[in-house]
């Protein structure tokens, strides 16, 4: 079995995704080991396509990109992504199953608990080491007899844990204390050292307080993490969703266009439109006032997993009529994936997939029709675009992606892509398009393009530059975090507890 280390948290969204992350890229790159990520189980809306059509969790992937490595559905055998008063789309090993509610779940808490362990001893057959990242927090004490993804996977995998506490949020010492001190007594042995993450000021506030949680506990704190905001790299899920993005290597220029993505209650892969925050002339938003919408160069409805009910939270708030205020202004709109399927005039659910309401009408700005079904598209893909797409000035080919969705759309509208060489993909309708193509902005030449024919459209020149290499700029951001974690962890210690 190889050697590996847990980190947990205090709770959600404390930076256990991005430290795992980071200590990925130190252990393969500094030590030449062959190191991957594990998480047992993950709560999500950011997922991606293994080579061989497996759903995971983004988190995961983006912690196999680190590690060197391609990204593996053992990585994340099980994929929870919330449906809304349905439950939560349950995917084991890369393919849905069914969508459950939480007691149903638990039920089944043997199964999947196989699951998991198959998927660490696949996994674990293969690496010379394995960070495991876990969920939430360990010491939700009514779950503590269920859960599959925190301690019972320290448990099994002989790990020693790394606890990190926010202390942006406050009250890290006592989430720390009250994590410990709420465990049992042999899972609390399991705890070797704590992070404070997200810390801002004169480090040596912190010393007493260090020093009286480790004599309260016999714990060490073996680093403080700085607070930095955007990273550049994609986050677990909508908590990191601020209003305005912008990684903290780019800021906009004085004639930027201006891109606002609807924020969507249930939106999901909002790493589709990552790339643009590494482009200096766009500025980003994340919005759902009117007055973003009617005010901006380029409107995006991003993906979604519950199609219907977010495009009626929107007509409900009157943004439908807004949006097409905006459309006739002239202003471009792009849907992806589920932002696609709301753009044409109706969404059939015969089966209940997402909702009880059989038909919904949509949007109406393609002539486009999506029907629900019960097999999912889970595909990485390859395309070219199928004819002019608005304020896209060239064709463009050898363009890459992966495909999630349930629905099928079809329609009399141009396609937007031809995908594999043979299928169309998309619409296209006056300055309106769509695709289920998620990381179609991934495309470097494709992203710059679209970009300088919007600017084209203000009456302004195109980019001088050449166009930003999103997969180098990625990979660059990796690297920072190592080396954020390098300067301000006890990386002896963490090599020590490595066994190495």
């Known amino acids: 079995m190889p050697k590996s280390i847990m980190i947990q948290g205090t709770g959600s969204g404390v930076g256990k995704t991005l430290i795992v992350a980071g200590l990925c890229r130190i252990f393969s790159k500094d030590l030449g080991l062959r190191v991957a990520p594990f998480k047992a ?59 459950m509610q939480a007691a149903e779940y638990y039920e089944k808490k ?20 394995i960070f ?41 010492f006592a989430s720390l204390f009250g994590t410990t001190a709420l465990l049992n007594y042999d899972d609390s042995r399991l705890i070797k050292a704590f992070i404070i ?37 994609p986050e ?6 601020d209003t305005r993005a912008k990684t903290q290597a780019v800021a906009a220029t ?56 977010d495009l009626e939270i929107l007509r409900a708030a009157g943004l439908d009529e807004v949006i097409k205020k905006a459309v006739k202004k002239g202003i471009p709109l ?44 889970t595909r990485q893909i390859s395309a070219q675009t199928a004819g002019q797409i608005p304020f ?29 060489g043979q299928y169309p993909d998309g619409a296209v309708k006056d300055g309106v398009w769509g695709t289920y193509i998620h990381g179609i902005f991934d495309n470097d030449a494709f992203r710059r393009d679209l970009i300088d024919g919007i600017r084209q459209r203000k009456g302004q020149p195109p980019v001088e530059e050449a166009a930003v290499n999103y997969a180098a700029e990625k990979d660059a951001a990796i690297d920072r975090l190592a080396q954020l974690l390098r300067t301000n962890l006890d990386m002896e210690f963490i090599y020590s507890l490595a066994g190495l």
């Not at 589709?272 to 482009?279: K, N």
């Open 41 to 99: 189980q993950n709560m999500a809306l950011n997922s991606f396509v293994t080579a061989d059509g497996g759903e995971i969790g983004t988190a995961q992937a983006t912690q196999a990109e680190a590690a060197g490595i391609e990204p593996s559905v053992y990585m994340n055998p099980i994929l929870l992504k919330a449906s809304g008063e349905s439950g939560s789309q349950v995917i084991v090993l890369g393919k849905v199953t069914k969508t």
């Open 254 to 309: 004085e004639h930027s266009i201006k891109i606002t993505v609807l924020r969507l209650k249930y939106i999901s892969n909002f790493t589709d439109f990552q790339p643009f925050q590494y482009e200096p002339h766009v500025d980003l938003i994340i919005s759902r006032r009117p007055e973003d919408i009617l005010n901006t160069d380029l409107i995006i409805i991003p993906g979604s997993k519950n199609t219907i009910a």
């Open 334 to 377: 792009i849907g992806l994936c589920g932002g696609y399927q709301m753009l044409g005039r109706q969404i059939e659910d015969l089966h209940g997939i997402e909702s009880a309401q059989a038909q919904v009408p949509g949007l109406c700005l393609l002539d486009t029709m999506t029907v629900f079904n019960k097999t999912k598209t």
């Open 110 to 129: 043997e199964q999947f608990w196989s699951t998991v362990t198959y998927a660490w001893d696949e996994l674990s057959a293969a690496y010379e080491f």
């Open 197 to 233: 993450n997200k810390f801002r000021g004169d480090l040596n506030i912190l010393v007493p307080g260090n020093k009286l949680i480790e004599a309260r506990t016999g714990i060490p704190v073996i680093g403080v993490l700085p607070y930095v905001t955007n990273m550049g790299l």
């Open 392 to 420: 896209v000035m060239t064709p463009h080919s050898a363009l890459t992606g992966y495909e999630i969705h349930m629905g099928q759309t079809t329609g009399a509208d141009t396609p937007a892509f031809i995908v594999q």
């Open 132 to 172: 495991i990242e876990g969920a939430g927090s360990p010491a939700e004490i009514n779950l503590m007899d269920r859960e599959i993804v925190n301690m019972a996977v320290a448990r099994h995998t002989a790990s020693p844990v790394i606890l990190v506490g926010d202390i942006d949020r406050g009250g890290v």
């Open 236 to 241: 677990e899920d909508g908590l990191v969703l």
